[in-house]
């Protein structure tokens, strides 16, 4: 199974990290981003299965296809900025990963504001 290649490539990175942290504090740094390249790239297969089906749902209840994108567009800006506010929690830099989530969030409600158009015009039609 891959989640035990990825748990040990994970605890390899981790000793490696505390082994170096002592000597070159730095490098703890990019061996963090290198395990988690590494990480990201042995998933990506499983990310494009996850895409494939989405759209394969989509079509079958025919979903307009901008509503997908925006679902993915959403999950990506999710990760992406978890991903970089861990990464500068791990570099003591905390406010700067708390501002990066914030962004994050934003960013998600801007993309998203088409379906919310969307759902506001269908209530009020309901209503009316």
Do not use: H, R, W
Not at 39 to 46: A, T, V
Not at 67 to 79: L, P, S, T
Not at 82 to 88: F, M, P
């Amino acid at each position: 199974m891959d989640i035990f290649k990825i748990i040990v490539i994970g605890i390899v990175g981790c000793i490696f990290i505390l082994i170096l942290k002592k000597q070159n504090p730095e490098f703890g740094l990019y061996i963090s981003i290198m395990t988690g390249v590494i990480i990201f790239f042995m998933i990506i297969g499983d990310l494009k299965t996850i895409v494939d089906s989405l759209y394969y749902i989509g079509n079958i209840i025919d979903v307009d296809s901008k509503y997908i994108k925006i679902i993915f567009k959403v999950i990506g800006i999710a990760y992406i900025s978890e991903y970089s506010s861990e990464l500068c929690k791990d570099c003591e830099q905390s406010s700067i990963g708390v501002k990066i989530e914030l962004a994050g969030k934003v960013l998600i409600l801007i993309v998203s504001l088409p379906v919310f158009m969307v759902l506001i015009n269908l209530l009020t039609q309901l209503l009316v």
